[in-house]
């Protein structure tokens, strides 16, 4: 189902919605395409939000400080998530909210092309 909550059911929050499920509605998809695009989208904007405003390592450091403490906790217990903390030092939260975007974004955008081709 479509899930809107309370502070997106606002007139703003309803043009927002609307706007990008027109858009993923020109890339071709089929109608539960489209739904299942549309939240993954949402899900990935509002994750993106609640992480840089609420995640557990975040509360008043910058993200490389945040990077750092968590990649610290993971230890060796969990390298790939210690190895990859590493990175995540290196990248603005922007640069890497708008790579992982694309990289959304273009898997919607093949699964769309593929359907046109059927």
Sequence with gaps: PLVLTRRTASATGFAVADALIAAL????????D???AFHAV????????QAELAGPFTR???????????GSAAGTAHPQVEALSHVARELSV???FAQGLRMLLDGIAVRGTKRGRR
């Design 25 to 32: 509605g020109r890339g071709g998809l089929s109608d539960a």
């Design 60 to 70: 008043g450091r910058d993200a490389g400080d945040a990077a750092a403490r968590i």
């Design 42 to 49: 949402f899900a990935l904007v509002v994750g993106a939000v």
């Design 34 to 36: 489209r739904l299942a």
């Design 94 to 96: 922007e640069e890497d």
